[in-house]
């Protein structure tokens, strides 16, 4: 874990840590989730709870994670004021807006300097809202997803609930989720690649509630502007980010050429819905692949053999000062010792001379 204090146009108190998760779109690179302690003072995230409470109803529309009501209370959307496009914004008064300018100047003087350092130099805070959670007789959870409408995220706790981890990452779908372990005022930065949910729950029969801001950010203003969704929605779009990573991988463990073409076949019948692998559909495409792969691996081997075959049974009776070597003495010698192109490095060479050496009568 990285641990950094005095962060440029944060308060005073704000410090960075960070950590490392498994990334299931590119097994090699891992995917970050950052931490902002002390984005905001405790009094600070009370007050913007109030403020929220005091503005418009929170929106009961089904949310994109699990179809159930979702209690946002949107603060900015793609780049506009909430309430301008919904058509009843009030410019003086409106609790909504103040929410907004409440966290605006945090946002754009600490978090998005933070993002545009460790993620991308145009991103833009494009959309804002607050999550209401409240056991027993609204939202209490939220399953494991991501955030696909943005290139990043902020996720700030206002107010925690008794119980429960709140927010929390996982690796996988399979994996056990781990608390993101956020106090009030502090944040999560992450990008669309971090799996994640949230749970929360009430130690008494009274009831409690969980309040978090959420900042979404896009690549520039024009992706903003567009409500430009990360990397986009179709199935086919999220193939295609992991695509490269895939095709090299399965190049490495399978020691064989793959072009895209057979990669992306072999990922489209394990990705799940959304274009998501995880490491066990990961190695199952790539053993898939392999089986594909091995026919035409096979002849491609054995075109690479016979090309070379005259060259190394010339070689070969050289080295070992005898008049000739027979074709399929050496092609057998060849075979054994072979990359999967058909062709021998300087260490092969030597091992195919010793099986000829060996074999001789």
Not at 116 to 139: D, I, N, Q, W
Not at 346 to 356: M, W
Request: hydrophobic share 40%; charged share 25%; with cysteine.
């Amino acid at each position: 874990e990285r641990v950094e204090a005095g962060l440029g146009g944060c308060p005073r108190s704000t410090r960075w840590t960070s950590e490392q998760l498994y990334n299931v779109f590119e097994p090699g690179r891992p995917v970050a989730l950052h931490r902002l302690e002390s984005l905001f003072s405790q009094e600070e995230a009370a007050e913007l709870v109030q403020l929220a409470e005091a503005g418009s109803a929170f929106d009961t529309q089904a949310d994109t994670a699990d179809g159930e009501p979702s209690f946002e209370l949107y603060l900015l959307r793609d780049g506009r004021d909430a309430r301008v496009i919904e058509g009843v914004y009030e410019p003086e008064g409106n609790a909504d807006t103040a929410v907004w300018e409440s966290v605006r100047r945090r946002v754009e003087d600490c978090v998005t300097p933070f993002v545009r350092k460790h993620f991308c130099r145009r991103c833009v805070p494009c959309t804002s809202l607050v999550r209401r959670y409240r056991p027993g007789a609204e939202r209490s959870r939220l399953p494991p997803h991501r955030d696909v409408q943005a290139a990043v995220t902020a996720v700030v706790e206002l107010q925690s609930a008794d119980s429960g981890p709140g927010l929390y990452v996982l690796e996988t779908l399979h994996s056990t989720p781990r608390p993101a372990s956020l106090a009030v005022g502090a944040a999560a930065v992450h990008n669309f690649e971090l799996l994640h949910g949230v749970n929360a729950s009430c130690d008494e029969a009274g009831g409690c509630a969980r309040y978090s801001l959420v900042v979404w950010f896009q690549i520039g203003d024009v992706a903003c502007a567009a409500g430009h969704r990360w990397p986009g929605e179709a199935r086919a779009a999220m193939i295609e980010k992991a695509l490269p990573a895939f095709a090299r991988d399965a190049r490495k463990r399978l020691s064989a050429a793959v072009d895209d073409a057979a990669a992306r076949r072999v990922m489209e019948r394990f990705a799940s819905r959304e274009g998501w692998l995880t490491k066990e559909d990961w190695a199952a495409a790539i053993e898939a692949l392999g089986r594909t792969l091995a026919p035409k691996a096979k002849a491609a081997r054995s075109a690479g053999i016979e090309e070379g075959l005259d060259r190394f049974a010339h070689a070969a009776a050289r080295a070992l000062k005898r008049e000739a070597i027979g074709r399929s003495a050496a092609r057998r010698a060849m075979a054994a010792h072979a990359d999967a192109a058909g062709r021998l490095d300087e260490r092969t060479f030597y091992a195919a001379l010793k099986t000829l050496f060996d074999s001789a009568p």
